[in-house]
């Protein structure tokens, strides 16, 4: 089993920056593939960013440029900075973990972008 603790959400306002961190333990060996994705108000869970153990990395369109995931192999952590961020970028947020094929899901952090 692996756990996921995520933080680092909150309220920011149009064209400020968050970054949420996300804390792996457990049976964390082999973790592949550590990633966020994010859940609007009323819509489906959607991809923003992934990052495999060798550093690949992988954005959703609407995030290029704006957003970076990072991952600390060492720390069992993955970070993700989000800048100039918007309104539409409201969700909530969750980490997700792959080992062995299966999957792992945080329990979510919540991002307000609001005036």
């Known amino acids: 089993q692996v756990q996921l603790v995520e933080n680092g959400g909150g309220l920011v306002q149009p064209g400020g920056s968050l970054r949420l961190s996300c804390a792996a333990s457990?049976?964390?060996?082999?973790?592949?593939?550590m990633g966020w994705y994010r859940q609007p108000p009323g819509k489906n869970r959607e991809l923003v960013a992934t990052?495999?153990?060798?550093?690949?990395?992988n954005y959703a369109d609407s995030v290029k440029g704006r957003f970076t995931i990072s991952r600390d192999n060492a720390k069992n952590t993955v970070h993700l900075q989000m800048n100039s961020l918007k309104p539409d970028d409201t969700a909530v947020y969750y980490c997700k973990a792959v080992r062995s094929q299966v999957p792992y899901w945080g329990q979510g952090t919540q991002v307000t972008v609001s005036s």
């Open positions: 457990g049976s964390i060996d082999n973790i592949y593939y």
């Open positions: 990052i495999t153990s060798a550093g690949s990395t």
